[in-house]
């Protein structure tokens, strides 16, 4: 079972800048895929980015431009960078690890909060 350690959500003013880490316990095998999804109240949860092990990302087309994603492999950690905030960014923020052989894992999700 891969663990996943979850960083740095929270409150911030529209038009300001958080980061967002991710680690997981397991190797690179099992986080072929790293990615960030969110959920508002009401609403499914969406994908925000992804990004495979040799760096290839996707972005929602809400986020593009604004959010960037990373990997750090010999850390096992993905990074959300989130800049020029909205209100509407605001949700509860989850990492995604899925392995090589398909299998997926959620971290517990932590709250962002975009409002002045």
């Known amino acids: 079972q891969v663990q996943l350690v979850e960083s740095g959500g929270g409150l911030v003013q529209p038009g300001g800048s958080l980061r967002l880490s991710c680690t997981t316990s397991g190797s690179i095998f099992s986080s072929y895929i790293m990615g960030w999804y969110r959920q508002s109240p009401g609403k499914q949860r969406e994908l925000v980015a992804t990004?495979?092990?040799?760096?290839?990302?996707n972005y929602a087309d809400s986020v593009k431009g604004r959010f960037t994603i990373s990997r750090d492999n010999a850390k096992n950690t993905v990074y959300l960078q989130m800049n020029s905030l909205k209100p509407e960014d605001t949700a509860v923020y989850y990492c995604?690890?899925?392995?090589?052989?398909?299998?997926?894992?959620w971290g517990q999700g932590m709250q962002v909060t975009v409002s002045s």
């Open positions: 990004i495979t092990s040799g760096g290839s990302t």
């Open positions: 995604n690890t899925v392995s090589a052989i398909g299998s997926s894992s």
